[in-house]
């Protein structure tokens, strides 16, 4: 279990490290208090910049972002009613009545309370399966990774789409995308488009990643402009509401941990996040709660909906540390980081690279500390950058996303990559679909295929081999249940509108 922890712990007390987490901290901060904007545009925005780093370093950078814009979307819904992420949805309901009261410090301080509690929460449960994770990865050869990418394939297309057909077009889309190049088993040169060079190593990573995620999000901002922020100002409050609010915090131990329990299991779920355990975790908090000021500043509905977002990213990092199949949208960058910088996705990685894994803990942990400390702190300031206008930002942002994709080869190409990536991810946003199916694809589509190659090989040609061995059948009639179920789901659904 503790493999690799004196690594990631002596590199996180580099300067550099330290330097490079509270950069990241910073970032993904201000990425959640611009509403539009969150971890993952923040991410994708960041990754070609991480080319040329130190991969240790790299890492925690990137994982600091991923953990810290959370609570950086609670202090627009707080101080505006504008939630600055999915995630804060639900902390509008009980924040922005709190800050008309009067009490927007106190507020503030019980989603950084919260937050960071429910951060701690969550990792500490990664913590604690890491053993188990481990001892799982090893049972994985083959044909159980094979299984493996197909069962998460089918839930992703699923669980996003709500449509299983749809979710798997999408995702046979990225897969069909990670195939063009030079194959790696079959030395094949297939799907170039007529290009002797440039697509010999396939599309690049970087440069279509930060395309459907960063510069999709900014077609979309400049498409709809930004929500105007609520013209009614909010008194903050002194110094003793936010002592207050830490303290208001763990007042209510049960809901809590409810909250946070919520927050994780939702997280291991594939492709949910932490927009859905914001909701849910309020949701549960609001039908069992006693307190007459639920939906009116109530400070348990606050603990519920900010503690519960925050615990999901450990469970977000759990199948994606462990099986290479991301929780979250986020995690799914994050994979593009490991893969830029060498690092083998899937179950190889508990295997061969526990030091790596023990990186994305402490960067989690440092990257939700620091926010909460620092977003606090900053919180008067940090709300004056919602008041940028759209026609600033966006600029910005693609400057930055075509300037990125560039640096890392320096070759043109890599931009109409982006910039096409990026038309293609808006079209497909706007027509309903969901980017991660297409990412995941796009990421383990090679994978799937070297597996599923190997084996072939081991087997002598025999397709048995998926179903004799037994992680690899349990997993095939995982697939099989997933599928049953949207079916049986679609034809009671039909017979109910009957």
Partial sequence: ?????????????????????????????????????????????????????DRVTAIYFLSAICASATYGGSVPAILINVPGTPASAATTIEGYPMAKRGEANRALAISATASLMGGLVGIGVL????????????LFGPPETFMLVLLGLVTIA???????????????????????????????????????????????QVAFLTGVFGLSEAIQLGMKGRVAAHAEVVTLGGFRGTLQGIVDTFRYPLTFIRSSVVGVVVGIAPGVGGSVSNVVAYAMTAQISKDPLIGKGSVEGLVAAESANNATYGGDAIPTLAFGIPGSVAMAVLLGGLNLHGVPVGPWLMREHMEIVWVVVFGLLAGTAVSCVGGLVLARWLARITLVPTDLLVPAIVVLILTGAYAIRQNFWDVVVAVLSGIFGYFLTRNGFSLLPLIIGFLLGAVAEQAFIQSLHISEGSLAIFFTHPVSLLLFLGVVATVLYSVFQRLVAKGVAQ
């Fill in 158 to 204: 699923y669980a996003i789409q709500g449509n299983i057909i749809r979710g798997l077009a999408i995702s046979g889309i990225g897969i069909l995308l990670s195939l063009i190049g030079y194959a790696s088993v079959t030395g094949v040169y297939r799907f170039s488009l007529g290009s002797k060079n440039y697509l010999w190593d396939g599309i690049e």
């Fill in 1 to 53: 279990m503790f493999d690799g922890i004196s690594v990631a712990a002596s590199a996180l007390l580099q300067p550099s490290a330290l330097a490079f987490i509270i950069l990241g901290s910073i970032i993904g901060l201000v990425a959640g208090v611009l509403p539009g904007l969150g971890n993952v545009q923040a991410m994708a925005m960041a990754l070609p910049f991480t080319f040329g780093m």
């Fill in 127 to 138: 913590v604690v399966t890491l053993p188990f994770l481990k001892w799982a990865a090893l």
